[in-house]
């Protein structure tokens, strides 16, 4: 009963996730038939036609279960979410990235988990059982294991998977959660969970596979490396 009463606003940021985003809205449907949602799509200024592919989905689906709410360029995804949670009308907010990584097959995990354990954050995990990553070199792999075990030392946050952003959250935990982080870009995530453990949320985990994105280009290199360790030693004094 209590899977009815809750509505999902699944915020998407995007940019240039032409040859993915309908994809993923589809599968999105396919996995929550009986989940009351909706897909809050943020396209920053995608020059490649993002937008026009999501305005023929919300003509098959319907603008009110996807919603364009589309920003003028680049601004950043920790103030895409805030963005994003303006426009959000459920009581449980859902990230997840745009290009296949975060399979929408997870979701019905996500929603069991919270509904059994009353948890405030439901986060997916590479890091246990059950978890991994496909589709990564061995250098891409020790970075992340290392970025995340570095941040687990140095932080203690209670969770396996620090870097990851395929989570789902009671929403007013996570309008109260993001009004504390000052980060933006991939830091933004990391300072997410930290703040929440700090506050003292429940935090649920549930095993992924984290899948190397298919079409486009990755957005990570040197310079969000840089960032990730800034945004540790700023968390370490913060926290």
């Given at each position: 009963m209590e899977k009815e009463k809750n509505k999902y606003s699944i915020i998407v940021?995007?940019?240039?996730?032409?040859?993915?985003?309908?994809?993923?809205?589809y599968l999105i449907f396919k996995h929550l038939k009986d989940v009351d949602f909706e897909?809050?799509?943020?396209?920053?200024?995608?020059?490649?036609?993002?937008?026009?592919?999501?305005?023929?989905?919300?003509?098959?689906y319907g603008e009110d279960r996807i919603l364009l709410r589309a920003r003028p360029r680049k601004l950043g995804l920790g103030t895409a979410y805030i963005h994003g949670l303006k426009h959000a009308s459920g009581n449980f907010v859902v990230i997840m990235d745009a290009d296949l990584s975060h399979h929408p097959k997870y979701l019905p995990s996500f929603i069991r988990k919270q509904i059994e354990t009353g948890a405030?954050?439901?986060?997916?995990?590479?890091?246990?059982?059950g978890g991994g990553v496909h589709g990564w070199n061995l250098m891409r792999k020790l970075t992340s294991r290392g970025a995340n075990v570095l941040a687990q030392t140095l932080l203690w946050p209670g969770v396996s998977d620090l870097t990851g952003s395929f989570r789902l959250y009671q929403r007013s935990v996570l309008e109260d959660v993001i009004n504390s982080c000052v980060s933006k870009g991939y830091v933004f995530q990391m300072e997410m969970i930290v703040r929440a453990s700090r506050k003292g949320c429940h935090i649920a985990e549930v095993p992924i596979t984290f899948v190397d994105r298919v079409y486009g280009s990755s957005k990570l290199g040197g310079s969000e490396i840089v960032e990730y360790l800034k945004g540790l030693a700023y968390l370490l004094v913060t926290t």
């Open positions: 940021p995007t940019y240039n996730e032409r040859l993915n985003i309908a994809l993923l809205v897909i809050i799509v943020v396209d920053d200024g995608s020059p490649d036609g993002t937008q026009e592919v999501v305005k023929q989905l919300q003509k098959l405030n954050i439901v986060t997916g995990t590479r890091y246990v059982r």
